[in-house]
């Protein structure tokens, strides 16, 4: 009775090895079997096909990018440059997966079946690199287009502006004397550049002045507001062309731009509308012999320099001795060889 048992139980075990060893043999059957191995081909064209638009969706909003001018010409190129590596790299792995599906149909049977399933994947390869064909000529279109908007295609914008603004001096060096002579101005008429009673100054006081203001106790802290309020919204430049150009305070907030005498004579301006009748603009000739312009004041003992032209703190220049202060005092690393003149609404000292 007990070797019937174990007999039985070694059949069993036997029948058991044998069944495992059989499904092992059909599983591995089944996954090498050729039409196994087309799906798995066509799933992974499938999903490079995918990884493909997002890449062509990115350089399309690359161009749009540059065409908008939000990004450099280096980063443009450098990144144009990765995309369509990475393209490459997925069109040379969908011609691998191509190239293996010639040769598993190569091997399949004449089954009816499985040639309408390859006929219909056929026709979707060639739905997607039709797609692919008509997104290249998009974005080969649209890179056309952004050539033609960027206006020279030699030329960076920088290099362009250094024309545009090398052909304005000639245009203003061939007219100079005529725009010199109509723009010169009589000493009263300087003197008329510092006007506190201007409504664009009176704005601009008004914006920061407060209800019951007080000149001895409130005058520093609202011209630091003024100061500030300029500084940031003003952009002082200094040509090289001598033409003489005089700008009110409405044309300076309006364009947001000015020379050094122009933004001095606005600051006065303000400073005189706050009760300081100190308050006035210099003329000087620096170390290289060129003109600068600032505002000089005194304010409780302390002598003060306001200079727009220069970025730096409120209070960069001041000291109680007037004239350490005048030989302290240097724009771009030069100090002043003399005083040419100075005013305000009320005086003009010629100092030559």
């Not at 393209?87 to 293996?100: F, G, M, P, W």
């Not at 008509?134 to 914008?157: A, C, H, M, V």
């Not at 010169?184 to 201007?198: G, H, L, M, R, S």
């Not at 520093?220 to 003024?226: F, P, T």
Request: one cysteine or more.
């Amino acid at each position: 009775m007990e070797i019937e048992l174990i007999q039985i139980i070694l059949i069993i075990c036997i029948a058991i090895v044998f069944g495992v060893i059989f499904a092992f043999i059909n599983l591995k059957r089944k996954i090498t079997r050729p039409v196994t191995k087309e799906q798995n081909s066509w799933q992974k064209i499938e999903a490079l096909n995918d990884q493909k638009k997002e890449l062509l969706k990115k350089k399309e909003e690359l161009s749009y990018k540059y065409s908008a001018r939000s990004i450099s010409d280096d980063v443009y190129s450098s990144d144009l440059k990765n995309i369509t590596s990475e393209l490459l790299k997925i069109d040379n792995e969908i011609n691998n997966e191509v190239s293996k599906l010639t040769e598993l149909q190569k091997m399949q049977d004449n089954n009816s079946d499985q040639k309408s399933q390859n006929i219909k994947l056929k026709g979707e390869l060639n739905e997607i690199k039709l797609e692919r064909d008509n997104l290249k000529n998009r974005i080969n279109e649209l890179e056309e287009i952004i050539k033609n908007i960027s206006g020279t295609k030699n030329l960076s914008p920088s290099i362009k502006d250094n024309f545009q603004n090398k052909y304005y001096e000639q245009i203003l060096d061939k007219y100079k004397e005529l725009i010199n002579k109509q723009e010169q101005k009589t000493i009263a008429q300087i003197k008329e550049t510092v006007n506190p009673n201007d409504l664009t100054i009176k704005s601009i006081i008004s914006k920061h002045k407060p209800v019951g203001y007080e000149y001895n106790k409130d005058y520093l802290e609202i011209l630091r507001k003024i100061y500030s309020f300029l500084d940031a919204e003003i952009e002082v430049v200094k040509t090289d062309v001598k033409v003489l150009y005089w700008l009110d305070a409405t044309e300076i907030l309006k364009n947001k731009i000015a020379d050094e005498q122009d933004i001095s004579a606005l600051l006065c301006s303000a400073m005189q509308g706050l009760n300081d009748q100190e308050a006035q603009v210099y003329v000087v000739l620096l170390e290289d012999d060129n003109t600068h312009a600032f505002v000089k004041t005194k304010y409780k003992n302390q002598y003060f320099i306001f200079d727009l032209a220069q970025k730096g703190p409120f209070e960069m220049f001041t000291n109680t001795d007037e004239k350490k202060l005048l030989e302290d005092y240097k724009y771009n690393g030069l100090k002043i060889k003399k005083i040419i003149y100075r005013y305000n609404q009320n005086s003009y000292i010629d100092t030559e």
